[in-house]
């Protein structure tokens, strides 16, 4: 007999972006001729930027030759990449990250649920609400949680409200938890959190020996100077924070699939409650991605290198530009069109206040139906984002107008 992870089966119905696929495909069906504008999933939708594209193809060049073939790679990734990273995107921001504790990856949407891998079953684990489903999803699976509430929610999971009565802020708990997901910017809401803001986060993790699993994906569309891009500007951070990134939308890398984990050496766990040894949370990383992972392609790698180049450093900033030009074109129209909006100024997500209060699912349903829009409902997010919607910034400036224009007119 075959026995299952029982754990998938207290997942809800379905993840929520294949359930918005199935809907959008039963609309194709029955209305052929329709003219949909995905504004739902966060893909992106501009090409490559020149610079990857040209080292890629270098780099395709040089596996065709015997000296410069390359087989297995390393599984943390090629030296010269996570020193570019290290370099760039943490020592030139005044973060004290080296190479050694970065590990490249296909993707921070599998390292945020592959880190569970290394972390024990008794944490007490606190996540936002509205959330990106991966986390709770992840944990369900791992059997981190109880069963699903009537209310959408986990027993066993810690939800943080990030709301309009708390302008967005994740609040700190007012006790002790062991694991606590960040995503600043934030999806969905596009909500951000200042320097002092992640300080305090710090400081009860440190007070209280917890882990921040902090996703820094959309960090590039930062456009306010103030605020930071990496949990490591604040100061002890390094003690207790992992930090997850992506190429996938700054360089268009979604299909191309690389991104990497921040590890600190001085992170530390326990193996059990009792224990007083700490064990390193690197060297378990390590051997996890040594065992199961066999690294990103060396193609793929050199595109994300050239993603440093001065040309590559140009193209990306140019390629955020215009998504932050889109989801600004979003806030202005629908702001006009008497909806209430939020987010979309410093993060590529614009989050609406569905009018009259309608259900976010019966909205998605009539923007399909009436606009053929697709966008993605919040309470697919959480409890806290029933009532609200969320649009993306990703698609043609083309798209982006029509749509617009569609909704204006209903």
Same mark, same amino acid.
């Given at each position: ?126 996540? &936002? ?124 890398? &979604? ?35 040594? &065992? ?27 390629? &955020? ?90």
């Amino acid at each position: 007999m075959v026995l299952v992870n029982a754990n998938y089966l207290k997942l809800q119905a379905g993840y929520l972006f294949p359930e918005i696929a199935r809907r959008v495909k039963a609309f194709g069906i029955a209305n052929p001729g329709a003219s949909l504008i995905r504004l739902g999933i966060g893909d992106v939708t501009e090409p490559l930027p020149q610079a990857c594209r040209s080292a890629m193809k270098a780099a395709i060049d040089e596996m065709g030759t015997l000296e410069g073939f390359h087989g297995y790679g390393p599984e943390q990734g090629y030296s010269w990449l996570r020193e570019a990273i290290a370099k760039n995107d943490y020592q030139l921001r005044g973060c004290d990250i080296s190479a050694e504790e970065i590990f490249v990856s296909d993707g921070s949407k599998c390292d945020s649920s592959n880190i569970l891998d290394i972390l024990g079953d008794q944490n007490r684990i606190a996540v &936002t609400d509205p959330v990106y489903p991966v986390y709770v999803d992840s944990n369900v699976m791992k059997g981190n949680t109880g069963q699903v509430l009537d209310s959408g929610r986990y027993q066993g999971l810690f939800y943080i409200p990030i709301t309009v009565e708390n302008n967005f802020e994740a609040r700190i708990p007012d006790h002790p938890v062991d694991i606590i997901y960040l995503c600043f910017p934030n999806n969905p809401t596009g909500a951000v959190a200042s320097k002092k803001q992640l300080g305090l986060w710090v400081d009860y993790a440190l007070k209280n020996n917890s882990l921040i699993l902090f996703d820094a994906a959309y960090e590039a569309f930062i456009q306010d100077n103030n605020l930071p891009h990496s949990i490591y500007e604040v100061d002890g951070a390094r003690e207790c924070a992992i930090e997850f990134r992506s190429f996938s939308k700054n360089a268009g890398f &979604t299909g191309t699939r690389c991104a990497f984990t921040v590890v600190p050496k001085e992170l530390k766990g326990k193996s059990t409650l009792e224990s007083k040894e700490d064990v390193s949370l690197w060297e378990l990383w390590s051997r996890r991605q040594s &065992t199961k992972f066999n690294g990103v392609s060396y193609i793929v790698q050199r595109g994300a290198e050239a993603v440093y180049s001065s040309a590559g450093q140009a193209q990306v900033k140019a390629l &955020t530009s215009f998504y932050m030009e889109n989801a600004s074109i979003i806030r202005k129209e629908l702001a006009m069109a008497g909806l209430k909006v939020y987010g979309g100024e410093n993060a590529p997500y614009v989050w609406i206040k569905t009018p009259d209060d309608i259900d976010s699912w019966d909205f998605f349903d009539y923007l399909l139906n009436q606009a053929n829009i697709v966008g993605t409902p919040g309470s697919g997010f959480g409890a806290s984002g029933e009532g609200y919607f969320r649009l993306s910034a990703f698609n043609s400036r083309n798209n982006v107008e029509d749509a617009m224009s569609r909704i204006k007119a209903l």
